[in-house]
Structure formats: structure tokens, C-alpha cells
Nanobody
Framework: EVQLVESGGGLVQAGGSLRLSCAAS????????IGWFRQAPGKEREGVSC????????YYADSVKGRFTISSDNAKNTVYLQMNSLKPEDTAVYYC??????????????WGQGTQVTVSS
């Protein structure tokens, strides 16, 4: 069974940090880039970051550049999203997803259930 399980969300004050984890199972982890998305109430889903499984290249949305860092532990089949200097506008449900390709193509095969991040002002 394919599973992507996010964890690490919670409530944090503005300026604080959280680290999200995305644990993958049921598919060949090395064959897929992994992306993070978020969706706030009443807003469209936004791609936040992605990491390639072929060369480790990364992508960040302009809104999080310099504050968020994506990384991968292939031995644990887990991708992390370190979020620093959090802002109230980062409040959303954060999802991870397995890309169709090893590079970040932004076409996703599998999705997690999401973890809530709430940043208070």
C-alpha cells in the first residue's frame, strides 16, 4: 500500500520554526521527486518546495525562499521541510506528494493526508 504520512505540524508564534516530515512507503522512493504543497482556507493550493531524487536539486516558491529548506534522507524514505521565520500567512494544511518523475515535474502520483500548520501573530 502506497503511503505518504506527514507529521510535525502544529501551532507556533510568528518568527518561530517547525520541521515537517514526510515518510514514504509502498513505492520505490528513489524513483520519485517529493514535493510539498500547502492550502489555506479559501485559497488555491500552492506548491512550496520540491526535491529531486536524481540529483538532489531543489525548488522553492518565492514566498518561502530563504526561510524554508527541503531535504531528503533516502535511508529513511523521508523528506523534511524545515520552516524558519514563520509568518501568519504560512498558516495552511501542508501536504507532501510523490512526483511522477525523479526530477520535479510537478505532476504527482501519490499524496499524503496533510498536516496543519498554524502561525499566530
Amino acid at each position: 500500500e502506497v503511503q505518504l504520512v506527514e507529521s510535525g505540524g502544529g501551532l507556533v508564534q510568528a518568527g518561530g520554526s517547525l520541521r515537517l516530515s514526510c515518510a514514504a512507503s509502498g513505492f520505490t522512493f528513489d524513483d520519485h521527486a517529493i514535493g510539498w504543497f500547502r492550502q489555506a482556507p479559501g485559497k488555491e493550493r500552492e506548491g512550496v518546495s520540491c526535491i529531486s531524487s536524481s540529483d538532489g536539486s531543489t525548488y522553492y516558491a518565492d514566498s518561502v525562499k530563504g526561510r524554508f529548506t527541503i531535504s531528503s534522507d533516502n535511508a529513511k524514505n523521508t523528506v523534511y521541510l524545515q520552516m524558519n521565520s514563520l509568518k501568519p500567512e504560512d498558516t495552511a494544511v501542508y501536504y507532501c506528494a510523490a512526483d511522477h518523475m525523479r526530477l520535479c515535474s510537478f505532476l504527482y502520483d501519490y499524496w499524503g493526508q496533510g498536516t496543519q500548520v498554524t502561525v499566530s501573530s
